[in-house]
């Protein structure tokens, strides 16, 4: 094992080469990197949110509410349906995540259970012709309507699918630093944000869900009716948002979404002088946004942000053209704020926020610098100690965990695997267990020497037999950090990456690269003895 | 000549090691108890990652008193408050609370904040972090969770590798290790936090590492002396990894002093906890994974060992 075989030599030369163009941009003055060509690496090593500072916001999707919000869809579309097919019905109303109706005339069950197969509910993703309500005829009339038990997980993967979307448009139109935007499990968002230690910004255009109506107001309704709780069905009394505004009676179904709108701006009235919203519906919005003003004229709707009116207008004129405008009570800001969320779409749900985690960045410069002593203060005793220890072949390993250490920091600036806090640990642990790795070489060298053999050959079987356990101890290394690249959060991954690399480098720096240093000396001294034995 | 000083080491050591293994089990049995009773009474202290709540980092061009700050901390009326200063550095304090059940966490937090900050001239405090129960309770399981399967297939491995024997040897000692870990961090009230979970796995890691080399050699000591009684040759086998295992220890606690030492507040738990793991898991190697071995026997050559019974009249 000891001959200088050509590829032992050159993957030496290389690996160290390798380690130093790859981790020299992080020991670099930033100036100094600039200047350099760009065929030069500049990669810096990935510090993670607890090291540079920032901002970790973790959203849940709020699934029972889109689910109570598409069961009360489903009960003004099963309403307009029947009263459209002119199919008398009566009881309607849901209960317990299930849509109950009856039908009156009995002649017509059946005609209504198709029908309502038909135009209820939409396809189900992922399987081909099927759909995500069901229809039961209980007898008697009465018929049952519910979400199939898929549609439930696919609302709520869709529902990621267009937040995370949504959000991105938010963040790209604040033209903030760039965060990252993630998927977390069936049902969460992670939003890591480095850098920025004040989130508050970034609550304010995630946290609403920017869910734009337009609802006619149910004029029939009185003050008295309302106080007395006599709402008629598809109905419903909303609050306003400004504090002191009156709830007022509105349709439930509403008009026009915000969905059709193609654009929003904030913008001045030119006779008020009053910051206001702007917004042009395009397409089929803009139709149907014409026909109801056209149809309504004289007539009161309300405007309808996440359940609360802004304003509840009256159309004095059709509006063939789409556009109109927001007044309200606003500022230029917030009147900028929600033509912002307008333009990039609503959220599908509301979005409730979990967990919110912000390092300072003079924490994170503490602890990088914390880390760095500690590491250095960890690295230059092992170097002195393993001298001591071992003499030259103590020098050997110290420069094997140099070339180690090298490696490793270029290989994650490389591949921007992000450096957390325990990775700094983790670092420290590698750094320990590769030497163990000399070590047990080394220890298994004096014992054959002590059994008789010559220096060249103990020196060979150490290393041979020596190459048991130490691929027996990173295999187990490799399990644990597999477990915790698996199961664990953002820190914790970083700890796996750190600790795997190291695995890797370890077990090539220890033995290849000791080996060849060992094998040169062999060459060039012809010892009689082992330093060691 | 003393450099290189490996050769202070004895070359060959006699020690009995297995002679003290009862001593050893009687204390080990103590301090799980010991473990136990504190671990059930007292419990672990619990960070912000496994109980929710709030964290929160000031910081002042100036020192910061400790005590005025938790005397105004305590005056928000937040719940539970926790005021560590000195936090890295002396202008720097880390409060903690927890939230009121059922309210609004991040508005409360943000209520304390602002509350403190009046008091506190020139004080600035990042946002707030807010951990809520839903996700602290999915965080502890998941921990554990991880831990479980860790061990489950690393004595999978060591089975398939050695011998069942050996393998419920090394969990044996690894779940020794895990509770005197768990148990120091409660005696102690250590916050137990994500990263503690990181740093019970390098113990679990560090252990099995020491379980794994000892196995090797004992392996091969089995092979290589097939009449010599077990007792002998694990008392063998461990004299002569014993060089191995003063210098990989020294080694990786010389590393890891450096951290405890220089490394603040962040690093200190999760530092103290793997040097402790060091300690024990060596420990473990000899006096709780050989012995159960001796216990229950090994199979050598073709035939089953006769287990042989620890105390005296066996001595052979």
Redesign the interface.
């Known amino acids: 094992m000891l001959t200088l075989s050509r590829w032992k030599v050159t993957a030496v030369i290389l690996s160290v080469i390798f380690g130093i163009v790859f981790s020299l941009p992080n020991m670099l003055p930033q100036k100094t990197l600039d200047a350099l060509p760009g065929w030069v690496p500049h990669q810096k090593l990935n510090l993670g949110l607890?090291l540079q500072?920032g901002?970790y916001l973790?959203y849940?999707v709020d699934t029972d509410a889109l689910r109570a919000e598409r069961l009360t869809n489903m009960v003004e579309d099963v309403r307009t349906t029947l009263r459209n097919d002119q199919i008398e019905f009566g009881e309607l109303g849901e209960a317990g995540g299930i849509v109950r109706v009856r039908i009156t005339d009995p002649g017509k069950v059946d005609q209504a259970v198709s029908l309502l197969r038909r135009s209820i509910g939409g396809p189900l993703a992922g399987a081909i012709g099927g759909r995500d309500t069901s229809v039961a005829n209980k007898g008697d009339g009465r018929l049952e309507l519910s979400f199939v038990p898929e549609a439930a997980k696919a609302d709520a993967v869709k529902a990621v699918d267009q937040s995370i979307e949504t959000i991105r448009r938010r963040i790209d139109a604040l033209g903030t630093k760039e965060p990252t935007i993630t998927k977390q499990g069936s049902n969460r968002i992670v939003i890591q944000a480095a850098g920025e230690?004040?989130?508050?910004r970034l609550q304010a255009v995630i946290g609403q869900t920017a869910k734009l109506t337009f609802q006619m107001v149910d004029e029939t309704v009185s003050q008295e009716d309302m106080i007395a709780g006599r709402i008629p069905p598809g109905v419903v009394v909303i609050p306003g948002t400004q504090p002191g505004a009156p709830p007022i009676p509105v349709a439930k179904r509403a008009l026009v979404t915000g969905e059709d709108l193609v654009t929003a701006n904030q913008e001045f009235d030119s006779q008020s002088g009053q910051a206001v919203v702007a917004f042009r519906f395009g397409g089929s919005g803009a139709r149907k946004f014409g026909d109801a003003t056209t149809r309504n004229v004289g007539k009161r709707f309300a405007i309808v942000l996440d359940g609360k009116y802004i304003s509840d207008p009256r159309i004095n004129q059709p509006l063939p053209g789409g556009s109109g405008v927001i007044t309200g009570n606003f500022t230029p800001e917030s009147a900028a704020e929600l033509a912002l969320l307008l333009r990039s779409g609503a959220l599908p749900a509301k979005l409730n926020?979990?967990?919110?985690?912000?390092?300072?960045?003079?924490?994170g410069a503490?602890?990088v610098r914390?880390?760095a002593?500690?590491?250095?203060?960890?690295?230059?005793?092992?170097f002195v100690?393993?001298i001591?220890?071992?003499?030259?072949?103590?020098i050997f390993a110290a420069l094997a965990l140099v070339v180690n250490v090298l490696l490793i920091i270029g290989i994650m600036s490389m591949t921007q695997a992000t450096l957390t806090?325990?990775g700094?640990?983790?670092l420290?642990?590698t750094?320990?267990?590769a030497?163990?790795a000399n070590?047990?070489i080394?220890?298994r060298m004096?014992?054959e020497a002590?059994a008789g053999r010559s220096p060249m050959s103990a020196a060979d079987t150490g290393f041979r037999r020596a190459m048991?356990?130490i691929m027996?101890?990173n295999?187990?290394?490799l399990?644990?950090a597999a477990?915790?690249f698996?199961?664990?959060?953002g820190?914790?991954k970083g700890?796996a990456w750190t600790l795997s690399i190291g695995v890797f480098t370890s077990v090539f720096t220890a033995i290849i690269i000791t080996q060849v240093l060992i094998g040169w000396w062999f060459k060039t001294a012809r010892p009689k003895k082992l330093?060691?034995a | 000549m003393a450099w290189p000083l490996i050769r202070l080491i004895p070359r060959q050591t006699h020690f009995r090691f297995v002679k003290w293994a009862p001593v050893a089990a009687a204390i080990s049995a103590l301090l799980i108890a010991g473990s136990c009773v504190s671990f059930f009474t007292q419990g672990l202290n619990l960070g912000i990652d496994f109980k929710g709540g709030v964290a929160m980092e000031a910081r002042m061009p100036t020192p910061i008193s400790g005590d005025a700050l938790r005397t105004v901390a305590r005056g928000t009326g937040a719940h539970d408050v926790q005021v560590q200063d000195n936090f890295g550095s002396p202008n720097a304090a880390m409060i903690r609370f927890l939230p009121t059940a059922g309210g609004d966490a991040i508005a409360e937090a943000n209520r304390v904040k602002a509350e403190i900050i009046s008091k506190f001239p020139g004080m600035t405090m990042p946002a707030p972090s807010v951990i809520g129960a839903k996700v602290s309770g999915e965080l502890l399981m998941g921990g554990f969770k991880a831990l479980g399967i860790a061990l489950l297939l690393m004595l999978g491995y060591i089975w398939f590798r050695f011998q069942w024997q050996f393998g419920v040897g090394a969990v044996v000692a690894v779940f020794h290790d895990i509770i005197l870990t768990l148990g120091l961090l409660s005696v102690l009230q250590i916050e137990f936090s994500m990263t503690s979970i990181a740093a019970l796995l390098t113990v679990i890691g560090y252990s099995m590492n020491e379980k794994v080399i000892t196995f090797d050699r004992l392996k091969e000591n089995l092979r290589k002396y097939k009449t010599t009684p077990l007792r002998d040759i694990i008392d063998l086998s461990e004299n002569e990894r014993l060089s191995r295992t003063i210098i990989t220890g020294s080694t990786a606690l010389l590393a890891l002093g450096g951290t405890m030492v220089f490394g603040g507040p962040v690093l200190f738990p999760l530092v103290f906890t793997m040097t402790f793991g060091i300690l024990i898991g060596t420990y473990s190697s000899v006096y709780i994974a050989l012995p159960l071995i001796l216990v229950w026997g090994v199979k050598r050559g073709d035939e089953e060992a006769t287990p042989i019974k620890l105390g005296a009249g066996t001595r052979p």
């Open positions: 607890d500072g901002s973790l849940e230690s004040d989130p508050a926020l979990e967990e919110q985690r912000t390092v300072g960045a003079e924490l503490d602890a914390a880390g002593i500690s590491l250095a203060i960890g690295a230059a005793a092992m100690f393993i001591l220890a071992y003499g030259l072949f103590g806090f325990p700094i640990a983790g420290i642990l750094l320990a267990v030497v163990d070590v047990l080394y220890e004096r014992d002590a048991v356990s027996d101890a295999i187990t290394s399990i644990s477990i915790m698996g199961f664990g959060s820190p914790i700890f330093p060691i």
